[in-house]
C-alpha cells in the first residue's frame, strides 16, 4: 500500500491551505517504517496515529524555513551550553557535540501511564532483588537464583556482603531502557541500577528543544519536568531533621564520558560536584576537602562505578573513591546513592530469572517483561540453545565484555561466519556460565528529520524513576536512543545515534505532585555558602590567571597591531614595538626574534605555542570545566563564543586573510569577550570562597602584567613611544592627559600605572584586592596564618613602603617576585595538601627460593 | 608440626606521611588440618588496629594512623600447628563432576565454589592457558589425578625467576615466557582450571624451607608462598595443589588466607599520601619447634 497516498487525503493542515498539504506530503515522501516493527508514528495500516497528527501538522505549517529556525535553534542551545560527551577513541578521548533529534518521541497519556507503573512495579522488584541477594541471599539458598550468578558477578561486593544500607534502600535513582515491540507492548532492553546515567541529557535535551519548537510544547499540553527533578533532589537529600543536608555528587572527572552531565546534574539538583581526592574518611565518617575547612557529607550521589570506589577495600588500582570508604558505609557513617552493590542486579543473566522472582516476591507478575532470556549455566539449556543457536542473541551473562570471546554489547548469532559461529558453540560448551542468549532485538521505530524530510529510525527510551517514602515516582519523559541506521540493534552514544527529547502529552491530567512548595515553615533562611572543595577552588585560581593572563596577550597583540604609537613597528630604528614583541616571545606566545611584528601578532592569536590565544583558551576551558557546576550557563556560553573567535581566526590565517588589521579586530572581539566573562561572573557569583580564589587568580595575574609591562617599557632609553604604548596597555591615556597637561614623562606615568590606589589596572590595586580576599577566606588571625601570614605581610609591606629607588627595574621586579611568592602561599595553603595516592603492596609473594623440605618424618 | 612464624613489614619514606590506612592479612588461618595456636599484630607508630574476618573467613587487621610518619612498621607473630587431614576417600569425582558440582550450589558462604569459577581482576581467562589445561581434563579421569597432572606439567615446564615477572604481570604473559615466581604459576593455574571450568582458588601462605645440607638457617630469608585449591565437590571440598614444586599442599604448607586471587589475600594492602617515594623491606621467618629443639641440641 502507498501509505503517502493515504496521508494527503487523512490528514489536512489545520488551516486547509494547499501548501500546507502539500508541505506535509513533502515531509513523508520518504518515510517508510521498517517492516514488522512498530512505528510510533504510522500506524499498521500506514496511517498516522492519532496524537501524531496534530504535531504534523504543525510541523508541515512551519515550513521548510521554519524547521531550519528550529533546527539551528536546539543546536545553537547545545552548542553554546558545551553540551559534550567524551569518545573513548585513542590515547586522550575526543568530546563530541550532543547529537539531538530535532523531533521529540511523543507518548499518548494513557500509554505512558501504563509504561509508568510497569516501570514502578519493576523499580520495586529490583529494589527487593537487591536487598535480598546482598544481604541474606534467600533467592539464591532457595534456588530462585542461580548462586553463580551472584558470586560470579563483578558487582557482588564482598566486603559489604550482609551490610543494610544506613538508607534502608539500595536504590535511590533507577533507569531501564524500554522499546517497544511489533505489538506495541514495552519490553525491557537493560536495567540500569548501578548509577542511572543520562538524567542531565534528557533535562538538557528537553530545554534545548523546547527552544526549537516553543508553541508546539505549549500548545500540544507537554508534560513538565520540573515537579520529577525536585523530587529527585528532596529523595536524595533524604527526611530533613533540620540542618543543612549536607550532599555531594561525585565523579571520576573531566575525562569521564559523560562529565558533562555530572556538572549539569550537581548544578540542576544544586549539590557541589566533588571527585575522589576532595574527599577523606575520617573515622566512620565522610569529609570534603573545603577551604573553609572539613566539611562532613551524609549523601554522596555517585556517578562512579562501586569497584572503583574504595581503593582499600574494593579495586586498590582505583585512584577515582576514597580510601575507607567502605568502612564508613559499614558503620553507618555515609549514605551513598545509589548504594554500593546495587549494580548487581544490571547483569543481564537475572533477566532469565526476573519473571518468576516477581510472582515469588511480590506475587504480582511483572507487567513490563524482559527480552525472553536463557542463562546457559544449566547445561541442560545451554545444549537447547547450542543446537539452534542461529535463532538468538549471545550476550555475556553479566554484561561485560569477555576479551576475545564476546562484545558486551552481545552478538546476533545469525549474523556470524561458520567459524565464529563455532567457537562460540564450543565456549558455551566449557563454560556456559559466562552467556545468555535472548531473543534477537526488533526495535521500534521512531521518525527523525534528515534532509528536511522524515524517516523511520529504530528507537529505545531511558526512563528515569525516583525512590521516595511513597514508592517510586515516574519521571514523565526520558532520554531517547535513536539509532542511525534503520537496521541497527544497538543504541550506543559510543558507536553513533542520537538523542531525543520525549514528550508525554496531557498536562492538566494529573495535578502535580506537591513537591515544589515545601510546607511554609519547614524551610528556614539559611546563609550557607554549600562550601568550596579545594580542588574547585584550585581551578577557579587558575581559571583567573588564565584569563588574566589571555587578557594581557590580547591587550599586547591589540596594541602591536593597532600602530597606536607613532613609532612603525617594523623599522629597526624603533624598538618600542620590538620590545613588546620580545614580551611576546617571553611569554611564549610568539617565537623568538620573528622578523616582522605581523607574525608575531599572528602567532599569538591563532599559534600553537602554549602562551598563545588557542592554548590559554584551552586552558581556560579546561579549568572552567572542572568548575562547570559552579558557573552561570551564560559565563560558560561567552567560552564558547571565545573559542570561535580565535577558530575564526585561524581559519582566515589558514586562507592567508590574516594580517594586522584583522588581529586587531580579533584581540577587540576576544577581549570584549574576557572582559564580558568576568563582568557575567562579577554579577552572577555568589561572594563566597569560589569567587574570591578566582579573583584572586586574577588580580595576582594582572598585577604581574602590568608590573611586566612596566618593567619592559620604562627601563633606561625608554621614549615616549614606550610610554605611550605603556598608557595604552593599561587603559590609562585619557587619565594621564587629563592630569598632566605637561607630556609623557617616566615618573608619573609609572605613578599612575603601579601605585595609584583609584587606577583599577595598577599593581597597588591588585595588591589591596589580594589582601582583601585573603583575609576574607582565612577569616579572623589571616595575618598569622603560618603560610598565608607572609605572604600578606610582603605585599602589603610593598604596597605601604613605597619605591625604595623609586619606580626603578629592581622595585618593580620585587613587585613582580611578592605576587608570585602570593600565588606559592596560595597553593600551598590551599591546593597542594593532596599528595597522590600510593599503593602499599609493593611485595609479590613467592620471591624466596623455593623448595619445601623433602624427606622430613 | 608446629611452627613459629613471624613476618615484618617496614616502610621507609624519604618524605614524612600524613597517615596510612591499610588492610592486612597476616594471621594464619585457623581451619581443618591447621590450629592456630596464637597470633598478634602490632603496628609502631601505633594507630587505630581493629581484627575482622573478611568475606572468605581470612583473619584481617584494619589499621588506621592519622600522625605523619616517615617509618612504618607492622609485625605479625604466629604459632600454628599443622595436621595432617584424613586421607581422601580415593572415590573424589571425575573433572565433569566437579564441574557440575562447581555451578551446582546454592550458598554464598566462604567456602562456596561460585567464588572460584569465574575469572577475576588478575585472572582473565586465557584461550592458550585454558587449551594448555584441557589436555589434562579428560572429563571422566578422576579430578585429583588430573589436575595433579596438569601441577606437575606446571613444575616441569616453568622455570622459578624472580627476575622474569614483577607483582602485575598478567597469567597470559607468564604463561607465554614460562617463568615466575610461585604468584604467577599460582595464577596460570587458576586460569587454566576455570577456564574449562572448574572452581578454583587463591592460597596464600608460607612454606616450611629447610637450608641446603650443611648451611645455617638464614634469619628473615623465608617469604610468603602461594598455590591453589581446587574445588572437587561437597563431599572432598577443595584440594590443595602447589605447582612451584608439583606437590599437593601438605604438613610444609601453612594457610593465611584464601581468595579469588592475589588482590584478594595480599598480606598489606592499603593507600597512604605520598608525596615522595618509599623504601620497603619484608623479612619473613617459618621455623619448625622441631628444627629449633634439634638446633639445641650439642652438635655431633
Same mark, same amino acid.
Given at each position: *500500500?502507498? @501509505?503517502?497516498?493515504?496521508?494527503?487525503?487523512?490528514? !489536512?493542515?489545520?488551516? /486547509?491551505? #494547499?501548501?500546507?498539504? %502539500? +508541505? &506535509?506530503?513533502?515531509?513523508?515522501?520518504?518515510?517508510?517504517?521498517?517492516?514488522?516493527?512498530?512505528?510510533?508514528?504510522?500506524?499498521?495500516?500506514?496511517?498516522?496515529?492519532?496524537?501524531?497528527?496534530?504535531?504534523?501538522?504543525?510541523?508541515?505549517?512551519?515550513?521548510?524555513?521554519?524547521?531550519?529556525?528550529?533546527?539551528?535553534?536546539?543546536?545553537?542551545?547545545?552548542?553554546?551550553?558545551?553540551?559534550?560527551?567524551?569518545?573513548?577513541?585513542?590515547?586522550?578521548?575526543?568530546?563530541?557535540?550532543?547529537?539531538?533529534?530535532?523531533?521529540?518521541?511523543?507518548?499518548?497519556?494513557?500509554?505512558?501511564?501504563?509504561?509508568?507503573?510497569?516501570?514502578?512495579?519493576?523499580?520495586?522488584? *529490583?529494589? @527487593?532483588?537487591?536487598?535480598?541477594?546482598?544481604?541474606? !541471599?534467600?533467592?539464591? /539458598?532457595? #534456588?530462585?537464583?542461580? %548462586? +553463580? &550468578?551472584?558470586?560470579?558477578?563483578?558487582?557482588?561486593?564482598?566486603?559489604?556482603?550482609?551490610?543494610?544500607?544506613?538508607?534502608?534502600?539500595?536504590?535511590?535513582?533507577?533507569?531501564?531502557?524500554?522499546?517497544?515491540?511489533?505489538?506495541?507492548?514495552?519490553?525491557?532492553?537493560?536495567?540500569?541500577?548501578?548509577?542511572?546515567?543520562?538524567?542531565?541529557?534528557?533535562?538538557?535535551?528537553?530545554?534545548?528543544?523546547?527552544?526549537?519548537?516553543?508553541?508546539?510544547?505549549?500548545?500540544?499540553?507537554?508534560?513538565?519536568?520540573?515537579?520529577?527533578?525536585?523530587?529527585?533532589?528532596?529523595?536524595?537529600?533524604?527526611?530533613?531533621?533540620?540542618?543543612?543536608?549536607?550532599?555531594?555528587?561525585?565523579?571520576?572527572?573531566?575525562?569521564?564520558?559523560?562529565?558533562?552531565?555530572?556538572?549539569?546534574? /550537581?548544578?540542576?539538583?544544586?549539590?557541589?560536584?566533588?571527585?575522589?581526592?576532595?574527599?577523606?574518611?575520617?573515622?566512620?565518617?565522610?569529609?570534603?576537602?573545603?577551604?573553609?575547612?572539613?566539611?562532613?557529607?551524609?549523601?554522596?550521589?555517585?556517578?562512579?562505578?562501586?569497584?572503583?570506589?574504595?581503593?582499600?577495600?574494593?579495586?586498590?588500582?582505583?585512584?577515582?573513591?576514597?580510601?575507607?570508604?567502605?568502612?564508613?558505609?559499614?558503620?553507618?557513617?555515609?549514605?551513598?546513592?545509589?548504594?554500593?552493590?546495587?549494580?548487581?542486579?544490571?547483569?543481564?543473566?537475572?533477566?532469565?530469572?526476573?519473571?518468576?522472582?516477581?510472582?515469588?516476591?511480590?506475587?504480582?507478575?511483572?507487567?513490563?517483561?524482559?527480552?525472553?532470556?536463557?542463562?546457559?549455566?544449566?547445561?541442560?539449556?545451554?545444549?537447547?540453545?547450542?543446537?539452534?543457536?542461529?535463532?538468538?542473541?549471545?550476550?555475556?551473562?553479566?554484561?561485560?565484555?569477555?576479551?576475545?570471546?564476546?562484545?558486551?554489547?552481545?552478538?546476533?548469532?545469525?549474523?556470524?561466519?561458520?567459524?565464529?559461529?563455532?567457537?562460540?558453540?564450543?565456549?558455551?560448551?566449557?563454560?556456559?556460565?559466562?552467556?545468555?542468549?535472548?531473543?534477537?532485538?526488533?526495535?521500534?521505530?521512531?521518525?527523525?528529520?534528515?534532509?528536511?524530510?522524515?524517516?523511520?529510525?529504530?528507537?529505545?527510551?531511558?526512563?528515569?524513576?525516583?525512590?521516595?517514602?511513597?514508592?517510586?515516582?515516574?519521571?514523565?519523559?526520558?532520554?531517547?536512543?535513536?539509532?542511525?541506521?534503520?537496521?541497527?540493534?544497538?543504541?550506543?552514544?559510543?558507536?553513533?545515534?542520537?538523542?531525543?527529547?520525549?514528550?508525554?502529552?496531557?498536562?492538566?491530567?494529573?495535578?502535580?505532585?506537591?513537591?515544589?512548595?515545601?510546607?511554609?515553615?519547614?524551610?528556614?533562611?539559611?546563609?550557607?555558602?554549600?562550601?568550596?572543595?579545594?580542588?574547585?577552588?584550585?581551578?577557579?585560581?587558575?581559571?583567573?590567571?588564565?584569563?588574566?593572563?589571555?587578557?594581557?596577550?590580547?591587550?599586547?597583540?591589540?596594541?602591536?597591531?593597532?600602530?597606536?604609537?607613532?613609532?612603525?613597528?617594523?623599522?629597526?630604528?624603533?624598538?618600542?614595538?620590538?620590545?613588546?614583541?620580545?614580551?611576546?616571545?617571553?611569554?611564549?606566545?610568539?617565537?623568538?626574534?620573528?622578523?616582522?611584528?605581523?607574525?608575531?601578532?599572528?602567532?599569538?592569536?591563532?599559534?600553537?605555542?602554549?602562551?598563545?590565544?588557542?592554548?590559554?583558551?584551552?586552558?581556560?576551558?579546561?579549568?572552567?570545566?572542572?568548575?562547570?557546576?559552579?558557573?552561570?550557563?551564560?559565563?560558560?556560553?561567552?567560552?564558547?563564543?571565545?573559542?570561535?573567535?580565535?577558530?575564526?581566526?585561524?581559519?582566515?590565517?589558514?586562507?592567508?586573510?590574516?594580517?594586522?588589521?584583522?588581529?586587531?579586530?580579533?584581540?577587540?572581539?576576544?577581549?570584549?569577550?574576557?572582559?564580558?566573562?568576568?563582568?557575567?561572573?562579577?554579577?552572577?557569583?555568589?561572594?563566597?570562597?569560589?569567587?574570591?580564589?578566582?579573583?584572586?587568580?586574577?588580580?595576582?595575574?594582572?598585577?604581574?602584567?602590568?608590573?611586566?609591562?612596566?618593567?619592559?617599557?620604562?627601563?633606561?632609553?625608554?621614549?615616549?613611544?614606550?610610554?605611550?604604548?605603556?598608557?595604552?596597555?593599561?587603559?590609562?591615556?585619557?587619565?594621564?592627559?587629563?592630569?598632566?597637561?605637561?607630556?609623557?614623562?617616566?615618573?608619573?606615568?609609572?605613578?599612575?600605572?603601579?601605585?595609584?590606589?583609584?587606577?583599577?589596572?595598577?599593581?597597588?590595586?591588585?595588591?589591596?584586592?589580594?589582601?582583601?580576599?585573603?583575609?576574607?577566606?582565612?577569616?579572623?588571625?589571616?595575618?598569622?596564618?603560618?603560610?598565608?601570614?607572609?605572604?600578606?605581610?610582603?605585599?602589603?609591606?610593598?604596597?605601604?613602603?613605597?619605591?625604595?629607588?623609586?619606580?626603578?627595574?629592581?622595585?618593580?621586579?620585587?613587585?613582580?617576585?611578592?605576587?608570585?611568592?602570593?600565588?606559592?602561599?596560595?597553593?600551598?595553603?590551599?591546593?597542594?595538601?593532596?599528595?597522590?595516592?600510593?599503593?602499599?603492596?609493593?611485595?609479590?609473594?613467592?620471591?624466596?627460593?623455593?623448595?619445601?623440605?623433602?624427606?622430613?618424618? | 608440626?608446629?611452627?613459629?612464624?613471624?613476618?615484618?613489614?617496614?616502610?621507609?619514606?624519604?618524605?614524612?606521611?600524613?597517615?596510612?590506612?591499610?588492610?592486612?592479612?597476616?594471621?594464619?588461618?585457623?581451619?581443618?588440618?591447621?590450629?592456630?595456636?596464637?597470633?598478634?599484630?602490632?603496628?609502631?607508630?601505633?594507630?587505630?588496629?581493629?581484627?575482622?574476618?573478611?568475606?572468605?573467613?581470612?583473619?584481617?587487621?584494619?589499621?588506621?594512623?592519622?600522625?605523619?610518619?616517615?617509618?612504618?612498621?607492622?609485625?605479625?607473630?604466629?604459632?600454628?600447628?599443622?595436621?595432617?587431614?584424613?586421607?581422601?576417600?580415593?572415590?573424589?569425582?571425575?573433572?565433569?563432576?566437579?564441574?557440575?558440582?562447581?555451578?551446582?550450589?546454592?550458598?554464598?558462604?566462604?567456602?562456596?565454589?561460585?567464588?572460584?569459577?569465574?575469572?577475576?581482576?588478575?585472572?582473565?581467562?586465557?584461550?592458550?592457558?585454558?587449551?594448555?589445561?584441557?589436555?589434562?581434563?579428560?572429563?571422566?579421569?578422576?579430578?585429583?589425578?588430573?589436575?595433579?597432572?596438569?601441577?606437575?606439567?606446571?613444575?616441569?615446564?616453568?622455570?622459578?625467576?624472580?627476575?622474569?615477572?614483577?607483582?602485575?604481570?598478567?597469567?597470559?604473559?607468564?604463561?607465554?615466557?614460562?617463568?615466575?615466581?610461585?604468584?604467577?604459576?599460582?595464577?596460570?593455574?587458576?586460569?587454566?582450571?576455570?577456564?574449562?571450568?572448574?572452581?578454583?582458588?587463591?592460597?596464600?601462605?608460607?612454606?616450611?624451607?629447610?637450608?641446603?645440607?650443611?648451611?645455617?638457617?638464614?634469619?628473615?630469608?623465608?617469604?610468603?608462598?602461594?598455590?591453589?585449591?581446587?574445588?572437587?565437590?561437597?563431599?572432598?571440598?577443595?584440594?590443595?595443589?602447589?605447582?612451584?614444586?608439583?606437590?599437593?599442599?601438605?604438613?610444609?604448607?601453612?594457610?593465611?588466607?584464601?581468595?579469588?586471587?592475589?588482590?584478594?589475600?595480599?598480606?598489606?594492602?592499603?593507600?597512604?599520601?605520598?608525596?615522595?617515594?618509599?623504601?620497603?623491606?619484608?623479612?619473613?621467618?617459618?621455623?619448625?619447634?622441631?628444627?629449633?629443639?634439634?638446633?639445641?641440641?650439642?652438635?655431633?
Amino acid at each position: *500500500m502507498d @501509505a503517502n497516498a493515504q496521508l494527503e487525503f487523512d490528514i !489536512a493542515p489545520d488551516n /486547509a491551505e #494547499g501548501d500546507g498539504a %502539500a +508541505a &506535509l506530503a513533502r515531509l513523508l515522501a520518504a518515510y517508510r517504517p521498517v517492516a514488522g516493527s512498530h512505528d510510533e508514528l504510522l500506524d499498521g495500516d500506514g496511517r498516522p496515529r492519532a496524537h501524531w497528527r496534530p504535531f504534523l501538522n504543525d510541523l508541515a505549517a512551519l515550513g521548510d524555513a521554519g524547521l531550519d529556525r528550529a533546527i539551528s535553534a536546539a543546536d545553537r542551545h547545545l552548542s553554546d551550553n558545551g553540551v559534550v560527551y567524551r569518545v573513548y577513541e585513542g590515547a586522550d578521548g575526543r568530546e563530541r557535540p550532543w547529537p539531538l533529534s530535532h523531533l521529540p518521541m511523543v507518548m499518548p497519556a494513557a500509554d505512558w501511564a501504563e509504561l509508568a507503573r510497569g516501570v514502578a512495579q519493576r523499580a520495586a522488584l *529490583m529494589e @527487593a532483588v537487591l536487598a535480598d541477594l546482598a544481604g541474606p !541471599a534467600r533467592l539464591v /539458598a532457595s #534456588g530462585a537464583v542461580p %548462586a +553463580a &550468578l551472584v558470586a560470579g558477578n563483578p558487582e557482588f561486593l564482598r566486603p559489604l556482603a550482609g551490610v543494610t544500607p544506613r538508607s534502608g534502600r539500595y536504590l535511590s535513582l533507577y533507569a531501564v531502557d524500554v522499546s517497544r515491540g511489533p505489538d506495541g507492548r514495552w519490553w525491557v532492553l537493560a536495567d540500569r541500577t548501578q548509577a542511572p546515567s543520562g538524567l542531565g541529557y534528557a533535562v538538557e535535551n528537553r530545554i534545548a528543544l523546547y527552544r526549537a519548537l516553543p508553541d508546539m510544547f505549549e500548545r500540544r499540553g507537554v508534560v513538565r519536568l520540573a515537579d520529577f527533578i525536585q523530587r529527585v533532589r528532596s529523595q536524595i537529600a533524604g527526611p530533613a531533621d533540620g540542618a543543612a543536608p549536607s550532599l555531594a555528587v561525585l565523579t571520576p572527572g573531566p575525562a569521564n564520558e559523560t562529565y558533562f552531565e555530572h556538572a549539569y546534574l /550537581a548544578r540542576v539538583l544544586g549539590f557541589p560536584l566533588v571527585e575522589g581526592g576532595d574527599l577523606a574518611v575520617v573515622g566512620d565518617t565522610l569529609w570534603l576537602r573545603d577551604v573553609e575547612g572539613a566539611r562532613r557529607i551524609d549523601v554522596l550521589l555517585r556517578r562512579v562505578d562501586a569497584g572503583f570506589m574504595d581503593p582499600l577495600e574494593l579495586n586498590t588500582a582505583s585512584r577515582l573513591g576514597v580510601p575507607g570508604l567502605v568502612h564508613a558505609v559499614r558503620a553507618g557513617g555515609v549514605t551513598i546513592a545509589n548504594a554500593l552493590g546495587s549494580g548487581l542486579v544490571e547483569m543481564p543473566a537475572l533477566r532469565a530469572f526476573i519473571g518468576p522472582l516477581s510472582e515469588r516476591l511480590t506475587g504480582k507478575p511483572l507487567s513490563l517483561p524482559s527480552l525472553a532470556t536463557w542463562w546457559l549455566g544449566d547445561p541442560a539449556v545451554a545444549r537447547m540453545v547450542a543446537s539452534e543457536i542461529e535463532r538468538f542473541t549471545l550476550a555475556p551473562a553479566f554484561g561485560r565484555t569477555i576479551p576475545g570471546v564476546i562484545d558486551s554489547q552481545g552478538v546476533d548469532v545469525a549474523t556470524l561466519e561458520p567459524a565464529d559461529r563455532q567457537r562460540l558453540v564450543a565456549a558455551i560448551a566449557r563454560r556456559g556460565m559466562d552467556f545468555v542468549a535472548q531473543e534477537p532485538v526488533r526495535l521500534g521505530t521512531t521518525p527523525v528529520i534528515e534532509g528536511g524530510r522524515l524517516a523511520a529510525r529504530p528507537c529505545a527510551i531511558r526512563v528515569f524513576a525516583v525512590n521516595g517514602p511513597d514508592g517510586w515516582t515516574v519521571m514523565p519523559g526520558g532520554l531517547g536512543r535513536i539509532a542511525d541506521k534503520p537496521d541497527a540493534r544497538t543504541l550506543s552514544m559510543q558507536r553513533g545515534g542520537r538523542s531525543a527529547d520525549v514528550w508525554v502529552l496531557g498536562r492538566g491530567v494529573e495535578p502535580p505532585a506537591p513537591v515544589l512548595m515545601a510546607a511554609a515553615d519547614s524551610v528556614t533562611p539559611r546563609r550557607d555558602s554549600g562550601g568550596l572543595p579545594a580542588r574547585a577552588a584550585d581551578n577557579l585560581f587558575w581559571l583567573g590567571r588564565y584569563l588574566e593572563r589571555l587578557e594581557a596577550t590580547l591587550r599586547v597583540v591589540r596594541n602591536l597591531a593597532g600602530r597606536t604609537a607613532d613609532d612603525d613597528p617594523d623599522q629597526a630604528g624603533h624598538v618600542s614595538a620590538r620590545r613588546l614583541a620580545d614580551l611576546l616571545a617571553h611569554w611564549g606566545a610568539a617565537p623568538n626574534l620573528p622578523r616582522r611584528i605581523e607574525v608575531a601578532t599572528t602567532a599569538a592569536l591563532t599559534g600553537a605555542l602554549p602562551g598563545a590565544a588557542p592554548g590559554l583558551v584551552d586552558a581556560i576551558r579546561r579549568t572552567a570545566t572542572a568548575v562547570r557546576d559552579r558557573l552561570s550557563p551564560d559565563a560558560w556560553r561567552i567560552l564558547g563564543e571565545l573559542k570561535r573567535a580565535l577558530e575564526a581566526a585561524a581559519a582566515a590565517r589558514e586562507a592567508g586573510e590574516f594580517g594586522l588589521a584583522e588581529a586587531a579586530t580579533t584581540a577587540d572581539e576576544a577581549l570584549r569577550l574576557v572582559a564580558a566573562f568576568f563582568g557575567m561572573t562579577h554579577e552572577t557569583m555568589y561572594r563566597r570562597a569560589g569567587w574570591r580564589f578566582l579573583d584572586l587568580g586574577g588580580r595576582i595575574e594582572r598585577g604581574i602584567a602590568v608590573a611586566r609591562f612596566a618593567r619592559r617599557l620604562s627601563g633606561p632609553g625608554a621614549d615616549a613611544n614606550d610610554l605611550e604604548r605603556l598608557l595604552e596597555l593599561t587603559d590609562t591615556r585619557v587619565v594621564y592627559r587629563s592630569r598632566y597637561l605637561e607630556g609623557l614623562a617616566a615618573r608619573p606615568v609609572l605613578d599612575l600605572v603601579l601605585v595609584d590606589d583609584a587606577h583599577p589596572r595598577s599593581v597597588t590595586y591588585q595588591a589591596r584586592k589580594i589582601l582583601e580576599h585573603l583575609g576574607q577566606i582565612v577569616g579572623i588571625g589571616a595575618t598569622t596564618d603560618p603560610v598565608i601570614g607572609p605572604a600578606m605581610a610582603l605585599v602589603d609591606t610593598l604596597v605601604k613602603s613605597g619605591p625604595a629607588e623609586p619606580f626603578g627595574p629592581a622595585w618593580i621586579e620585587a613587585l613582580e617576585s611578592g605576587l608570585m611568592a602570593v600565588s606559592d602561599a596560595v597553593t600551598r595553603r590551599w591546593f597542594l595538601d593532596a599528595a597522590p595516592f600510593v599503593g602499599m603492596a609493593g611485595r609479590r609473594e613467592g620471591t624466596a627460593t623455593p623448595g619445601p623440605a623433602r624427606g622430613e618424618p | 608440626m608446629i611452627y613459629d612464624i613471624s613476618h615484618r613489614t617496614i616502610y621507609d619514606y624519604s618524605v614524612p606521611v600524613p597517615g596510612a590506612r591499610c588492610v592486612l592479612r597476616l594471621t594464619p588461618a585457623n581451619r581443618p588440618g591447621q590450629r592456630l595456636i596464637s597470633h598478634a599484630v602490632t603496628a609502631e607508630p601505633a594507630g587505630d588496629l581493629t581484627e575482622a574476618a573478611d568475606f572468605f573467613g581470612n583473619t584481617v587487621h584494619r589499621f588506621a594512623l592519622t600522625e605523619a610518619h616517615s617509618r612504618l612498621v607492622l609485625t605479625a607473630r604466629a604459632t600454628v600447628e599443622v595436621t595432617s587431614l584424613p586421607a581422601s576417600s580415593g572415590r573424589g569425582p571425575t573433572v565433569a563432576a566437579a564441574r557440575l558440582a562447581a555451578l551446582a550450589g546454592r550458598d554464598l558462604g566462604p567456602d562456596a565454589p561460585g567464588h572460584g569459577l569465574f575469572p577475576s581482576r588478575h585472572v582473565p581467562l586465557v584461550e592458550a592457558i585454558t587449551g594448555y589445561t584441557a589436555r589434562s581434563m579428560t572429563a571422566e579421569r578422576p579430578l585429583a589425578m588430573a589436575v595433579a597432572e596438569l601441577n606437575r606439567r606446571i613444575q616441569a615446564d616453568f622455570v622459578y625467576d624472580p627476575q622474569a615477572t614483577d607483582v602485575g604481570t598478567s597469567p597470559a604473559t607468564a604463561f607465554a615466557v614460562k617463568r615466575g615466581v610461585c604468584q604467577d604459576f599460582a595464577h596460570v593455574m587458576l586460569a587454566g582450571l576455570r577456564g574449562v571450568g572448574l572452581a578454583a582458588r587463591y592460597v596464600s601462605g608460607y612454606l616450611r624451607t629447610v637450608p641446603p645440607p650443611g648451611q645455617k638457617r638464614l634469619e628473615g630469608a623465608d617469604a610468603t608462598h602461594a598455590w591453589i585449591e581446587v574445588y572437587a565437590g561437597e563431599a572432598e571440598g577443595w584440594l590443595g595443589f602447589d605447582p612451584t614444586n608439583g606437590i599437593a599442599a601438605g604438613l610444609d604448607h601453612i594457610v593465611v588466607a584464601v581468595g579469588r586471587d592475589y588482590a584478594d589475600v595480599s598480606p598489606v594492602d592499603g593507600v597512604v599520601r605520598a608525596a615522595g617515594g618509599h623504601d620497603l623491606s619484608v623479612s619473613v621467618d617459618v621455623v619448625a619447634r622441631s628444627e629449633r629443639a634439634k638446633a639445641a641440641l650439642p652438635a655431633g
